[in-house]
Protein backbone atom coordinates (compact mmCIF):
# COMPACT_ATOMS: atom_id res chain seq x y z
CA UNK A 1 0.00 0.00 0.00
CA UNK A 2 1.34 3.21 -1.13
CA UNK A 3 2.28 5.97 2.14
CA UNK A 4 0.45 8.84 2.60
CA UNK A 5 4.14 10.69 1.92
CA UNK A 6 4.52 9.03 -1.20
CA UNK A 7 1.42 11.01 -2.75
CA UNK A 8 3.57 13.81 -3.49
CA UNK A 9 6.18 11.51 -5.50
CA UNK A 10 2.95 10.48 -7.24
CA UNK A 11 1.86 13.92 -9.01
CA UNK A 12 5.65 13.58 -10.73
CA UNK A 13 4.39 10.29 -12.22
CA UNK A 14 2.67 11.95 -15.03
CA UNK A 15 -1.17 12.24 -15.32
CA UNK A 16 -3.54 9.38 -14.27
CA UNK A 17 -3.06 6.51 -16.42
CA UNK A 18 0.19 6.66 -17.31
CA UNK A 19 3.43 4.68 -16.83
CA UNK A 20 4.79 5.45 -13.26
CA UNK A 21 9.09 6.19 -13.41
CA UNK A 22 9.54 4.07 -10.09
CA UNK A 23 8.07 1.02 -9.02
CA UNK A 24 7.28 -2.51 -10.55
CA UNK A 25 4.74 -3.17 -12.36
CA UNK A 26 2.91 -4.84 -9.25
CA UNK A 27 2.03 -1.47 -7.93
CA UNK A 28 0.44 0.01 -11.10
CA UNK A 29 -3.20 -1.14 -9.68
CA UNK A 30 -2.61 0.75 -6.50
CA UNK A 31 -1.46 3.89 -8.56
CA UNK A 32 -4.66 3.85 -10.47
CA UNK A 33 -6.74 2.63 -6.87
CA UNK A 34 -5.34 6.05 -5.26
CA UNK A 35 -6.25 8.27 -7.81
CA UNK A 36 -10.33 6.56 -7.92
CA UNK A 37 -10.42 7.37 -4.54
CA UNK A 38 -10.25 11.13 -4.91
CA UNK A 39 -12.80 12.75 -3.29
CA UNK A 40 -14.73 16.48 -4.78
CA UNK A 41 -17.06 18.49 -2.49
CA UNK A 42 -19.16 20.76 -4.70
CA UNK A 43 -21.54 23.65 -3.94
CA UNK A 44 -24.65 23.90 -6.08
CA UNK A 45 -28.03 26.33 -5.39
CA UNK A 46 -31.12 25.45 -7.01
CA UNK A 47 -34.92 25.64 -6.88
CA UNK A 48 -36.99 23.08 -6.76
CA UNK A 49 -40.97 23.55 -6.92
CA UNK A 50 -43.36 21.77 -4.53
CA UNK A 51 -46.56 20.46 -5.50
CA UNK A 52 -48.65 23.29 -4.94
CA UNK A 53 -46.53 25.17 -6.88
CA UNK A 54 -46.13 23.13 -10.18
CA UNK A 55 -50.36 22.39 -9.91
CA UNK A 56 -50.44 26.34 -9.61
CA UNK A 57 -48.51 26.37 -12.97
CA UNK A 58 -50.20 24.38 -15.05
CA UNK A 59 -53.33 26.42 -14.02
CA UNK A 60 -52.20 29.58 -14.77
CA UNK A 61 -50.94 28.32 -18.68
CA UNK A 62 -54.23 27.25 -18.79
CA UNK A 63 -56.83 28.91 -21.36
CA UNK A 64 -60.36 29.42 -20.57
CA UNK A 65 -61.77 26.41 -22.20
CA UNK A 66 -58.85 24.29 -20.96
CA UNK A 67 -59.08 25.62 -17.19
CA UNK A 68 -63.35 24.27 -17.37
CA UNK A 69 -62.23 20.87 -18.38
CA UNK A 70 -59.55 21.02 -15.61
CA UNK A 71 -62.27 21.99 -12.84
CA UNK A 72 -65.00 19.38 -14.12
CA UNK A 73 -62.14 16.31 -14.24
CA UNK A 74 -60.69 17.67 -10.82
CA UNK A 75 -64.73 17.05 -9.49
CA UNK A 76 -64.63 13.99 -11.36
CA UNK A 77 -61.80 12.51 -9.97
CA UNK A 78 -61.86 13.87 -5.82
CA UNK A 79 -65.38 13.02 -4.23
CA UNK A 80 -63.84 15.80 -1.49
CA UNK A 81 -64.21 18.58 -4.33
CA UNK A 82 -67.67 19.61 -4.62
CA UNK A 83 -70.25 22.40 -5.77
CA UNK A 84 -71.67 25.03 -3.37
CA UNK A 85 -75.59 25.24 -2.88
CA UNK A 86 -76.47 28.47 -3.60
CA UNK A 87 -79.23 28.41 -0.89
CA UNK A 88 -76.57 27.73 1.75
CA UNK A 89 -74.81 31.24 3.24
CA UNK A 90 -74.47 30.27 5.84
CA UNK A 91 -71.80 27.78 4.84
CA UNK A 92 -69.70 30.53 3.04
CA UNK A 93 -69.83 32.06 6.02
CA UNK A 94 -68.52 28.87 8.07
CA UNK A 95 -65.29 28.61 6.05
CA UNK A 96 -64.93 31.56 3.65
CA UNK A 97 -61.48 30.60 2.36
CA UNK A 98 -62.94 28.00 0.78
CA UNK A 99 -64.74 29.38 -1.82
CA UNK A 100 -64.11 30.51 -4.61
CA UNK A 101 -66.70 33.36 -5.98
CA UNK A 102 -68.01 32.18 -9.07
CA UNK A 103 -66.24 33.76 -12.17
CA UNK A 104 -68.40 36.01 -14.67
CA UNK A 105 -68.55 34.62 -18.72
CA UNK A 106 -69.95 36.61 -21.12
CA UNK A 107 -72.99 35.39 -23.26
CA UNK A 108 -71.09 34.51 -26.11
CA UNK A 109 -73.83 34.38 -29.40
CA UNK A 110 -74.94 30.52 -30.35
CA UNK A 111 -74.99 29.76 -34.20
CA UNK A 112 -77.18 26.86 -35.14
CA UNK A 113 -75.27 24.03 -36.80
CA UNK A 114 -75.44 24.10 -40.74
CA UNK A 115 -77.67 21.35 -41.59
CA UNK A 116 -77.06 22.67 -45.44
CA UNK A 117 -76.74 19.71 -47.65
CA UNK A 118 -72.26 19.67 -48.15
CA UNK A 119 -70.20 19.85 -51.52
CA UNK A 120 -69.08 16.33 -50.90
CA UNK A 121 -72.61 15.09 -50.73
CA UNK A 122 -74.43 17.46 -54.00
CA UNK A 123 -70.96 15.66 -55.86
CA UNK A 124 -72.22 12.01 -54.69
CA UNK A 125 -75.93 13.20 -55.21
CA UNK A 126 -74.94 14.37 -58.97
CA UNK A 127 -72.70 10.85 -59.53
CA UNK A 128 -75.56 8.91 -58.59
CA UNK A 129 -77.59 10.57 -61.19
CA UNK A 130 -75.39 9.48 -64.20
CA UNK A 131 -75.88 6.49 -65.60
CA UNK A 132 -72.60 5.10 -64.68
CA UNK A 133 -70.82 1.60 -64.98
CA UNK A 134 -70.46 0.18 -61.36
CA UNK A 135 -66.63 0.28 -61.32
CA UNK A 136 -66.58 3.77 -62.72
CA UNK A 137 -68.90 4.98 -60.00
CA UNK A 138 -67.20 3.44 -57.45
CA UNK A 139 -63.78 4.87 -58.84
CA UNK A 140 -65.23 8.09 -59.12
CA UNK A 141 -66.97 8.23 -55.56
CA UNK A 142 -63.16 7.46 -54.52
CA UNK A 143 -61.76 10.23 -56.22
CA UNK A 144 -64.70 12.77 -54.75
CA UNK A 145 -63.79 11.06 -51.36
CA UNK A 146 -59.71 12.12 -51.99
CA UNK A 147 -60.31 15.78 -53.08
CA UNK A 148 -58.79 18.14 -50.51
CA UNK A 149 -60.73 20.61 -48.90
CA UNK A 150 -60.37 23.65 -51.78
CA UNK A 151 -61.80 20.66 -54.27
CA UNK A 152 -58.01 19.57 -55.52
CA UNK A 153 -57.15 16.70 -56.85
CA UNK A 154 -53.22 16.33 -55.82
CA UNK A 155 -53.11 12.37 -56.57
CA UNK A 156 -51.78 11.25 -59.97
CA UNK A 157 -53.74 8.79 -62.21
CA UNK A 158 -51.07 6.39 -61.44
CA UNK A 159 -51.00 6.32 -57.53
CA UNK A 160 -55.27 6.63 -57.58
CA UNK A 161 -55.33 3.79 -59.46
CA UNK A 162 -52.90 1.86 -56.64
CA UNK A 163 -55.26 3.80 -54.12
CA UNK A 164 -58.31 2.12 -55.89
CA UNK A 165 -56.79 -0.96 -56.10
CA UNK A 166 -55.99 -0.83 -52.04
CA UNK A 167 -59.02 0.82 -50.66
CA UNK A 168 -61.87 -0.48 -53.24
CA UNK A 169 -60.37 -3.66 -54.29
CA UNK A 170 -60.98 -3.38 -57.67
CA UNK A 171 -58.00 -3.41 -60.42
CA UNK A 172 -58.65 -0.84 -63.01
CA UNK A 173 -55.99 0.39 -65.87
CA UNK A 174 -55.01 3.58 -65.70
CA UNK A 175 -57.76 4.69 -68.79
CA UNK A 176 -60.64 3.71 -66.73
CA UNK A 177 -59.03 5.65 -63.80
CA UNK A 178 -58.84 8.45 -66.03
CA UNK A 179 -62.36 8.05 -67.62
CA UNK A 180 -63.55 8.53 -64.14
CA UNK A 181 -61.45 11.42 -63.12
CA UNK A 182 -63.12 13.45 -66.52
CA UNK A 183 -66.45 12.05 -65.06
CA UNK A 184 -65.75 14.20 -61.44
CA UNK A 185 -64.29 17.09 -63.56
CA UNK A 186 -67.51 17.21 -65.35
CA UNK A 187 -69.78 18.45 -62.04
CA UNK A 188 -70.53 21.25 -60.46
CA UNK A 189 -69.07 23.57 -59.57
CA UNK A 190 -67.00 23.93 -62.62
CA UNK A 191 -63.19 23.58 -61.62
CA UNK A 192 -63.49 20.88 -59.18
CA UNK A 193 -60.97 18.06 -59.36
CA UNK A 194 -58.56 20.59 -60.98
CA UNK A 195 -54.96 19.62 -60.64
CA UNK A 196 -53.70 22.88 -59.69
CA UNK A 197 -54.81 27.02 -59.91
CA UNK A 198 -53.80 26.82 -64.04
CA UNK A 199 -56.35 24.21 -64.33
CA UNK A 200 -58.47 24.97 -62.14
CA UNK A 201 -59.23 28.45 -63.68
CA UNK A 202 -59.06 26.67 -66.96
CA UNK A 203 -61.90 24.22 -66.60
CA UNK A 204 -64.27 27.30 -65.17
CA UNK A 205 -63.18 28.93 -68.72
CA UNK A 206 -64.03 25.64 -70.89
CA UNK A 207 -67.78 25.47 -68.89
CA UNK A 208 -68.66 29.04 -70.09
CA UNK A 209 -70.20 29.98 -73.39
CA UNK A 210 -67.65 30.30 -75.82
CA UNK A 211 -67.80 34.09 -76.90
CA UNK A 212 -64.45 36.68 -77.50
CA UNK A 213 -64.01 37.45 -73.93
CA UNK A 214 -63.99 33.83 -72.51
CA UNK A 215 -61.34 32.75 -76.24
CA UNK A 216 -59.23 35.40 -74.71
CA UNK A 217 -58.87 34.24 -71.21
CA UNK A 218 -58.33 30.84 -72.36
CA UNK A 219 -55.57 32.34 -74.42
CA UNK A 220 -53.80 34.14 -71.06
CA UNK A 221 -54.61 30.95 -69.16
CA UNK A 222 -53.19 28.03 -71.95
CA UNK A 223 -50.23 30.06 -73.28
CA UNK A 224 -49.62 33.57 -70.76
CA UNK A 225 -50.11 32.17 -67.53
CA UNK A 226 -46.39 32.89 -66.09
CA UNK A 227 -47.41 36.32 -66.83
CA UNK A 228 -50.40 36.12 -65.68
CA UNK A 229 -49.13 35.35 -62.27
CA UNK A 230 -46.43 38.09 -62.45
CA UNK A 231 -49.42 40.52 -63.85
CA UNK A 232 -47.49 41.86 -66.85
CA UNK A 233 -49.85 43.28 -68.65
CA UNK A 234 -47.64 44.69 -71.31
CA UNK A 235 -46.57 41.57 -71.83
CA UNK A 236 -50.00 39.87 -72.24
CA UNK A 237 -51.02 42.44 -74.79
CA UNK A 238 -47.68 41.46 -76.57
CA UNK A 239 -47.83 38.31 -76.34
CA UNK A 240 -51.23 37.26 -77.63
CA UNK A 241 -51.99 40.40 -79.75
CA UNK A 242 -54.42 41.86 -77.51
CA UNK A 243 -55.73 45.94 -77.27
CA UNK A 244 -55.97 47.42 -73.70
CA UNK A 245 -59.64 46.82 -74.14
CA UNK A 246 -59.58 43.01 -74.96
CA UNK A 247 -56.75 42.34 -72.61
CA UNK A 248 -58.90 44.10 -69.52
CA UNK A 249 -62.06 41.96 -70.66
CA UNK A 250 -60.40 38.85 -70.17
CA UNK A 251 -58.03 39.54 -67.07
CA UNK A 252 -61.74 40.77 -65.63
CA UNK A 253 -63.36 37.65 -65.76
CA UNK A 254 -60.28 35.37 -64.85
CA UNK A 255 -60.06 37.35 -61.59
CA UNK A 256 -64.00 36.98 -61.12
CA UNK A 257 -63.43 32.83 -61.14
CA UNK A 258 -63.06 31.38 -58.01
CA UNK A 259 -59.47 29.54 -57.19
CA UNK A 260 -61.29 27.10 -54.87
CA UNK A 261 -64.55 25.99 -56.13
CA UNK A 262 -64.51 23.23 -53.15
CA UNK A 263 -63.38 25.28 -50.12
CA UNK A 264 -66.84 24.48 -48.35
CA UNK A 265 -65.93 20.39 -49.40
CA UNK A 266 -66.02 18.64 -45.57
CA UNK A 267 -66.10 22.01 -43.86
CA UNK A 268 -67.92 21.88 -40.66
CA UNK A 269 -69.04 25.69 -39.26
CA UNK A 270 -68.87 24.30 -35.55
CA UNK A 271 -65.45 23.22 -35.83
CA UNK A 272 -63.59 24.33 -32.24
CA UNK A 273 -60.76 24.87 -33.68
CA UNK A 274 -61.83 27.91 -35.62
CA UNK A 275 -63.72 29.09 -32.21
CA UNK A 276 -61.50 31.61 -30.04
CA UNK A 277 -63.11 31.47 -26.70
CA UNK A 278 -61.66 34.89 -25.35
CA UNK A 279 -60.18 34.48 -21.45
CA UNK A 280 -61.18 38.45 -20.29
CA UNK A 281 -63.78 40.74 -21.54
CA UNK A 282 -62.96 44.64 -21.20
CA UNK A 283 -65.97 46.68 -21.60
CA UNK A 284 -66.52 50.42 -21.67
CA UNK A 285 -69.48 50.99 -19.34
CA UNK A 286 -70.49 55.10 -19.19
CA UNK A 287 -67.06 55.89 -19.26
CA UNK A 288 -65.73 53.25 -16.81
CA UNK A 289 -63.53 50.26 -18.01
CA UNK A 290 -64.47 47.10 -16.36
CA UNK A 291 -62.78 43.59 -16.53
CA UNK A 292 -63.89 39.91 -16.07
CA UNK A 293 -62.92 36.39 -16.37
CA UNK A 294 -64.63 34.51 -19.31
CA UNK A 295 -64.83 30.99 -17.58
CA UNK A 296 -67.58 28.56 -16.68
CA UNK A 297 -66.15 27.72 -13.26
CA UNK A 298 -68.90 26.53 -10.23
CA UNK A 299 -68.24 28.09 -6.69
CA UNK A 300 -66.33 25.21 -5.39
CA UNK A 301 -66.09 24.15 -1.61
CA UNK A 302 -65.42 20.76 -0.09
CA UNK A 303 -68.08 18.03 0.75
CA UNK A 304 -69.81 17.92 3.72
CA UNK A 305 -69.05 14.75 4.21
CA UNK A 306 -65.37 15.09 4.50
CA UNK A 307 -65.32 18.21 6.60
CA UNK A 308 -67.44 15.73 9.06
CA UNK A 309 -65.33 13.03 9.08
CA UNK A 310 -62.18 15.77 9.53
CA UNK A 311 -63.59 16.94 12.29
CA UNK A 312 -64.22 13.57 13.49
CA UNK A 313 -60.63 12.79 13.25
CA UNK A 314 -59.71 15.54 14.99
CA UNK A 315 -61.90 14.97 18.33
CA UNK A 316 -60.01 10.97 17.69
CA UNK A 317 -56.93 10.42 20.41
CA UNK A 318 -53.90 10.14 18.44
CA UNK A 319 -52.74 6.41 17.75
CA UNK A 320 -53.32 3.74 15.73
CA UNK A 321 -55.21 5.37 12.52
CA UNK A 322 -58.32 3.67 11.38
CA UNK A 323 -58.64 2.65 8.36
CA UNK A 324 -59.33 4.56 5.58
CA UNK A 325 -57.87 7.60 7.53
CA UNK A 326 -54.90 8.08 5.09
CA UNK A 327 -57.34 8.38 2.05
CA UNK A 328 -59.92 10.88 3.64
CA UNK A 329 -57.04 12.94 4.62
CA UNK A 330 -55.20 13.15 0.82
CA UNK A 331 -59.06 14.07 -0.98
CA UNK A 332 -59.26 16.71 2.21
CA UNK A 333 -55.99 18.18 1.32
CA UNK A 334 -55.96 17.84 -2.37
CA UNK A 335 -59.57 19.63 -2.24
CA UNK A 336 -58.01 22.34 -0.05
CA UNK A 337 -55.90 22.95 -2.18
CA UNK A 338 -56.84 23.12 -5.42
CA UNK A 339 -59.51 25.55 -4.44
CA UNK A 340 -56.95 27.89 -2.89
CA UNK A 341 -54.65 27.50 -6.05
CA UNK A 342 -57.83 28.29 -8.39
CA UNK A 343 -58.35 31.24 -6.35
CA UNK A 344 -54.81 32.25 -6.33
CA UNK A 345 -54.49 31.66 -10.20
CA UNK A 346 -57.79 33.49 -10.91
CA UNK A 347 -56.61 36.50 -8.70
CA UNK A 348 -53.17 36.47 -10.72
CA UNK A 349 -55.07 36.61 -13.82
CA UNK A 350 -57.02 39.80 -13.09
CA UNK A 351 -53.91 41.50 -11.44
CA UNK A 352 -52.02 41.06 -14.97
CA UNK A 353 -55.22 42.01 -17.26
CA UNK A 354 -55.93 45.24 -14.61
CA UNK A 355 -51.91 46.03 -15.38
CA UNK A 356 -52.16 45.63 -18.94
CA UNK A 357 -55.60 48.15 -19.04
CA UNK A 358 -53.90 50.46 -16.85
CA UNK A 359 -50.97 51.47 -18.99
CA UNK A 360 -52.67 50.76 -22.64
CA UNK A 361 -55.87 52.87 -21.18
CA UNK A 362 -56.00 55.48 -24.30
CA UNK A 363 -55.87 51.88 -26.62
CA UNK A 364 -59.35 50.59 -24.36
CA UNK A 365 -61.56 53.59 -24.51
CA UNK A 366 -60.85 54.83 -27.91
CA UNK A 367 -59.99 51.63 -30.22
CA UNK A 368 -56.98 54.02 -31.92
CA UNK A 369 -54.05 51.65 -32.38
CA UNK A 370 -51.95 54.89 -32.46
CA UNK A 371 -52.47 55.47 -28.90
CA UNK A 372 -50.72 51.95 -28.05
CA UNK A 373 -47.41 52.87 -26.00
CA UNK A 374 -44.16 50.65 -25.80
CA UNK A 375 -45.24 47.71 -23.46
CA UNK A 376 -42.85 44.55 -22.40
CA UNK A 377 -43.28 41.89 -19.15
CA UNK A 378 -41.38 43.78 -17.07
CA UNK A 379 -43.64 46.64 -17.25
CA UNK A 380 -46.30 44.63 -15.86
CA UNK A 381 -44.22 42.70 -13.47
CA UNK A 382 -43.34 46.50 -11.93
CA UNK A 383 -46.98 47.12 -11.23
CA UNK A 384 -47.79 43.44 -10.28
CA UNK A 385 -44.88 42.33 -8.11
CA UNK A 386 -45.28 39.25 -10.13
CA UNK A 387 -42.34 37.21 -11.67
CA UNK A 388 -41.65 37.42 -15.47
CA UNK A 389 -41.82 33.83 -15.82
CA UNK A 390 -45.83 34.05 -13.82
CA UNK A 391 -46.49 37.16 -16.49
CA UNK A 392 -45.39 34.80 -19.53
CA UNK A 393 -47.35 32.06 -18.76
CA UNK A 394 -50.58 34.31 -17.99
CA UNK A 395 -50.34 36.04 -21.37
CA UNK A 396 -49.13 33.47 -23.23
CA UNK A 397 -52.30 32.09 -25.29
CA UNK A 398 -54.83 33.94 -23.96
CA UNK A 399 -57.52 36.30 -25.60
CA UNK A 400 -59.53 39.51 -24.47
CA UNK A 401 -62.79 40.64 -25.77
CA UNK A 402 -63.41 43.95 -26.56
CA UNK A 403 -66.03 45.84 -27.94
CA UNK A 404 -64.60 46.15 -31.58
CA UNK A 405 -62.67 42.56 -31.39
CA UNK A 406 -61.12 39.56 -29.82
CA UNK A 407 -57.12 39.95 -29.33
CA UNK A 408 -54.17 37.69 -27.87
CA UNK A 409 -53.09 39.19 -25.20
CA UNK A 410 -49.35 39.52 -26.98
CA UNK A 411 -50.82 42.05 -29.28
CA UNK A 412 -50.71 45.03 -26.41
CA UNK A 413 -47.02 43.59 -25.80
CA UNK A 414 -44.67 46.25 -28.08
CA UNK A 415 -41.04 47.75 -28.41
CA UNK A 416 -40.40 50.98 -29.16
CA UNK A 417 -38.78 51.98 -32.25
CA UNK A 418 -36.13 54.50 -32.20
CA UNK A 419 -35.62 57.53 -29.54
CA UNK A 420 -38.32 58.98 -27.93
CA UNK A 421 -38.21 62.56 -28.74
CA UNK A 422 -38.99 65.28 -26.72
CA UNK A 423 -43.25 65.97 -26.63
CA UNK A 424 -43.42 63.27 -28.89
CA UNK A 425 -44.57 59.58 -27.67
CA UNK A 426 -42.53 56.96 -28.65
CA UNK A 427 -43.63 54.51 -31.42
CA UNK A 428 -44.52 51.42 -31.60
CA UNK A 429 -44.08 48.38 -33.77
CA UNK A 430 -47.72 48.38 -33.64
CA UNK A 431 -47.97 52.03 -34.99
CA UNK A 432 -45.71 51.11 -37.56
CA UNK A 433 -47.56 48.27 -38.67
CA UNK A 434 -50.89 50.29 -38.69
CA UNK A 435 -48.78 53.12 -40.81
CA UNK A 436 -47.82 50.59 -43.38
CA UNK A 437 -51.18 49.39 -43.61
CA UNK A 438 -53.00 52.72 -44.16
CA UNK A 439 -50.37 53.03 -46.93
CA UNK A 440 -50.75 50.28 -48.98
CA UNK A 441 -54.63 51.16 -48.63
CA UNK A 442 -54.46 54.04 -49.82
CA UNK A 443 -51.16 53.48 -52.55
CA UNK A 444 -52.11 53.82 -56.40
CA UNK A 445 -52.93 49.66 -57.30
CA UNK A 446 -51.24 50.66 -60.54
CA UNK A 447 -48.22 51.43 -59.13
CA UNK A 448 -48.13 49.83 -55.35
CA UNK A 449 -45.55 51.28 -53.41
CA UNK A 450 -41.90 49.23 -53.01
CA UNK A 451 -40.86 48.41 -49.45
CA UNK A 452 -37.98 51.02 -50.05
CA UNK A 453 -40.67 53.44 -50.85
CA UNK A 454 -42.75 52.84 -47.99
CA UNK A 455 -39.23 53.02 -45.79
CA UNK A 456 -38.75 56.34 -47.40
CA UNK A 457 -41.83 57.84 -46.29
CA UNK A 458 -41.66 56.58 -42.80
CA UNK A 459 -38.16 58.26 -42.11
CA UNK A 460 -40.10 61.69 -43.72
CA UNK A 461 -42.57 60.93 -40.89
CA UNK A 462 -39.52 61.05 -38.00
CA UNK A 463 -39.41 56.86 -38.29
CA UNK A 464 -36.20 55.32 -38.05
CA UNK A 465 -36.57 52.00 -39.54
CA UNK A 466 -34.86 49.95 -42.20
CA UNK A 467 -36.38 48.29 -45.33
CA UNK A 468 -36.08 44.85 -44.05
CA UNK A 469 -38.04 45.86 -40.95
CA UNK A 470 -40.48 47.15 -43.28
CA UNK A 471 -40.64 43.91 -45.20
CA UNK A 472 -40.88 41.88 -41.56
CA UNK A 473 -43.98 44.08 -40.42
CA UNK A 474 -45.52 43.52 -43.90
CA UNK A 475 -45.71 40.34 -43.90
CA UNK A 476 -46.69 39.97 -40.38
CA UNK A 477 -50.04 41.75 -41.25
CA UNK A 478 -50.81 39.46 -44.22
CA UNK A 479 -49.53 42.43 -46.40
CA UNK A 480 -48.21 40.65 -49.71
CA UNK A 481 -45.08 42.21 -51.71
CA UNK A 482 -45.71 45.06 -54.37
CA UNK A 483 -45.93 43.12 -57.14
CA UNK A 484 -48.82 40.86 -55.90
CA UNK A 485 -50.45 43.89 -55.26
CA UNK A 486 -50.37 45.28 -58.63
CA UNK A 487 -54.11 45.74 -60.35
CA UNK A 488 -53.80 44.70 -64.05
Same mark, same amino acid.
Given at each position: MVATRDLKSLAHCGRVGSSPTFGTDATRPIVYLMASQNLELTQ????? &?? +?? +????? %? &? &? @????? @? &? =?????? @???????????? @? =??PEERELIPWLHLPRAHREDIPFTPADDSESLYDQLLLQLSERNLDADIESAARFIIGSLDTNGYLNRSIRDLTDDIAFGEGLILTEERVREAVDIVRRLDPPGIAAYDLQDCLRLQL?? $??RTEIVTDALGIINDAYDAFTMKHRHRIMSQLHLSEQRASAALDLILSLNPKPGAALGHDPMDASNVIIPDFVVSNEDGNLTISLNNRIPELRIEKSFEQAMRDLERTPKGKPAKGTEFIV?????? %?????????? +? +?? $????MSAIVKIQEEYFRTEDIYRLKPMMIKNIADITGYDLSVISRVTSNKFVALPWGVFPLRFFFSDSIGEEKEGTDAATNRKIEASIAQMVEKEDKKHPLSDRRIMLELQQEGYDISRRTVAKYRDRQGIPVARLRKVL
Open positions: KTGLR &LS +QQ +QLRFV %R &L &L @ELNAP @E &L =DEAVEQ @ELEDNPALGVSE @E =DAEA $MPTRYNDA %RDFIRILSQR +Q +QT $MMAV
